[in-house]
Structure formats: C-alpha cells, structure tokens
C-alpha cells in the first residue's frame, strides 16, 4: 500500500528564550517524525520531540552555510514524499528574513500538505525584553524591519534616503559586519548622529548583552567590545525612552555593557 503524503509545518521557535513559543508550535514538535532545526532555534525546544523522531540540524552560522538551502528545500521534499510528519523550526518567525516562502515554494511544487506557524520575531521581542518598545505614544509611531546582509544576487534596495528621515524606528536584523555601512549610510542620508541606538546580543536569554550609544559612537563602541553576532541593531528616540520603563529595565541592567 502506498503511504501517503507527509505535512510539513513550519514553524517559527521564537526568539531564543525557550518559553517564547506558542502552544501551535509546541504540538507540532510534539507530533512530528522528523525535525529540521535552525542555528538560532534554542536546543532546549527539541526536549518536546518525541521519542524515536528523527533531529537534524540544518543551521548556518553567518556565512558558514552547513546546509544550501537548496539541500534543505531537498531534504523537506524528499521527507515529505515519504509521508513523514515534519516540523521545520526556524528562529523567530519563518517569514521575517527566514526563508520560509522559498521551503514552501518547493512543497507546493510536489503537493507536500504544509502549515505555517507563525512565531514572535527577534525584530520586536529582542528590543522588548530589553526594555525597549519599538514604538511608543508620541516618540515613534512608525517602525521597519531590515536585514543588514544583501546576499550577492539580491533584487531589492534599502532606500537610506527615505528611511533615514521617514520612519522613527529603525531595526536591522544581521547587522553586526555591516554596522559601519549601515551608520555610514543613515548619517549620510540625513540621520542625526546624536539618534540614540542599541545593539542587542542573544537577546531573551541569560547571555544577553547590550551595548547602547548614538549611531555617532556604536560602530566604535562596537569595536572596543569586540560585539559579535548574533544581535539586533535598533536605532531610534525609543532607545533613549528604554531608561523609563522600570522595572523590566531594572531586571535587564545587568545585561548592559559597560
Ligand atoms: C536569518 S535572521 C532570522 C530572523 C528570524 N526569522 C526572526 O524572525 O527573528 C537571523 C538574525 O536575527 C537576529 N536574531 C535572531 N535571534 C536573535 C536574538 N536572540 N538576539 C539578537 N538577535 C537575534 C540576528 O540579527 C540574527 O542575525
């Protein structure tokens, strides 16, 4: 007898803390045969896979690539056509900067059944456990999301001088290497180098750490703390607001370097 399909979810792990994740996304792990998790996505989540699934790690860590997403795309496929229940975990949610549409894109292609489980992403809950909202009554009512990488073959632009004068908060995913570039091209386009901003390592989870200064001083603030990745990058009068928010903040000082 031919076995039928298998489904695939996809399903965004949150932002690292591991209670960051809806109950969605916790039953899809619970039921699945086979999981493909990410570099981002915490380890502590695959304690709710069942016993006997199958756990393969798909990451990529900058540009170290463990697997071409191609092979992943593949790898989904190929479990799908074997009927297997698959939960595919990705750090945040799968949409934002994720790749999610390209998997689904192949699933579709072979008539693989697939769910999307949306998860919170790092872009809101990174700044917000550091006590900083993205948006706030009269101080930022606009925010946009940007990755800091364009891979080589890119077919989109980030437009510096719409941005830099257009929206009051600004968060870029992946922007550590390209911190400079970034600063560089606001401050060119417009953008007060007084603008409060912060960087934010591992957020969500105890190794967080947070390096806050103006888009003037972060790249060389940066450079002293030898900040690596992963980390979000938030520029905006918000920042400067995060002081205000006690007690969440007092809980988080800890984190910030000095
Ligand atoms: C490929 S993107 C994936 C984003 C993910 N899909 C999401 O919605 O959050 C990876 C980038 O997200 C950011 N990121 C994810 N988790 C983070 C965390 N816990 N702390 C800081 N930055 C994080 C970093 O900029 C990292 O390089």
């Given at each position: 007898?031919?076995?039928e399909?298998?489904?695939v979810?996809i ?6 803390d ?5 109950l ?9 045969e086979?999981?493909?998790?990410d ?6 989540l695959?304690d709710y896979?069942k016993?006997?699934c199958?756990?393969v790690?798909?990451?990529?860590k ?5 697997y071409?997403?191609?092979?992943i795309?593949?790898?989904l496929?190929?479990?799908g056509l ?5 939960a595919?975990?990705k750090?945040g ?10 998997e689904?894109?192949?699933l579709?292609?072979?008539?693989i ?6 998860g919170?992403?790092?872009?809101v809950a990174?700044p917000?456990?550091?006590?900083i909202?993205v948006?706030?009554?009269n101080?930022?009512s ?5 990755t800091g990488?364009?891979?080589a073959?890119?077919?989109t ?5 719409k941005i ?6 600004l ?8 911190a ?6 606001l ?5 007060n180098?007084?603008?409060p901003v ?10 967080q750490?947070?390096?806050?200064g ?10 002293e703390?030898?900040?690596?990745p992963?980390?979000?990058f938030i520029?905006?009068?918000v920042v400067a ?5 006690s007690?969440l ?5 800890e984190?910030?370097?000095e």
């Open positions: 007898m031919m076995r399909r298998g489904k979810s399903v965004g792990a949150g932002p690292g591991p209670e960051l994740i809806t969605k996304a916790i039953r899809a792990i619970e039921n699945a086979v999981v493909l998790y570099y981002l996505v915490n380890k502590q695959l896979c016993e006997g199958e756990i790690y798909v990451g990529k900058n540009r170290q690539h463990t071409p997403q191609e092979d795309n593949k790898m496929i190929e479990y074997a009927g297997k229940k698959i595919r975990l750090g949610d799968p949409f934002v900067f994720g790749r999610g549409a390209e689904i894109l192949g579709k292609e072979h008539d059944e697939f769910e999307v489980i949306p919170i992403t790092a872009g990174v917000g456990a550091a006590g909202p948006t706030l009554r101080v930022a606009s925010v946009a999301f940007f990488h364009q891979c073959n890119h077919k632009e980030i437009y510096w001088d830099a004068t257009g929206i009051d908060t968060v870029f995913y992946m922007g550590v290497t390209q400079p570039r970034i600063v560089r091209n401050m060119a386009c417009g953008k180098p007084e603008t912060a960087m934010i390592r591992w957020g969500t989870l105890p190794e750490e947070v390096l806050k103006t888009l003037g001083t972060i790249v060389q603030m940066m450079e703390h030898n900040f690596k992963p980390a979000i520029v905006g009068e607001y995060s002081e205000q928010l007690p903040i007092n809980q988080m000082a984190s910030e370097i």
